[in-house]
């Protein structure tokens, strides 16, 4: 078992930023990637960005160039670092975790982005 737990939303204005931070713990071992969705009223879930074992990143399109996931191994903590938000950014921000038959979510942390 895994267990995720984000931290780090919050209220900001447009063009600012926030750091996303999830604390990871369990059976680390048998996780291969960790990535960061998100989900807005009324749309489905979507990939913000995902970092497997060897560091290799993937982001989505939306967040290119604005976000970056890093992670930092000997706390097991997972990162997500947004800059110049925009309103669009809004939504609940999920911590995942893949091992190779399962999928941990966390409970998610809200991220507010106002004009």
């Known amino acids: 078992q895994v267990q995720l737990v984000e931290s780090g939303g919050g209220l900001v204005q447009a063009g600012g930023s926030l750091r996303l931070s999830c604390a990871a713990s369990g059976f680390m071992s048998s996780i291969n990637s960790m990535g960061w969705y998100r989900q807005a009223p009324g749309k489905q879930r979507e990939l913000v960005a995902a970092i497997t074992r060897g560091s290799i990143t993937n982001y989505g399109d939306s967040v290119k160039g604005r976000f970056t996931i890093s992670r930092e191994n000997a706390k097991n903590t997972l990162y997500l670092q947004m800059n110049s938000l925009k309103p669009e950014d809004t939504a609940v921000y999920y911590c995942?975790?893949?091992?190779?038959?399962?999928?941990?979510w966390g409970k998610g942390t809200l991220v507010t982005v106002f004009s």
């Open positions: 995942n975790a893949e091992a190779i038959k399962t999928s941990y």
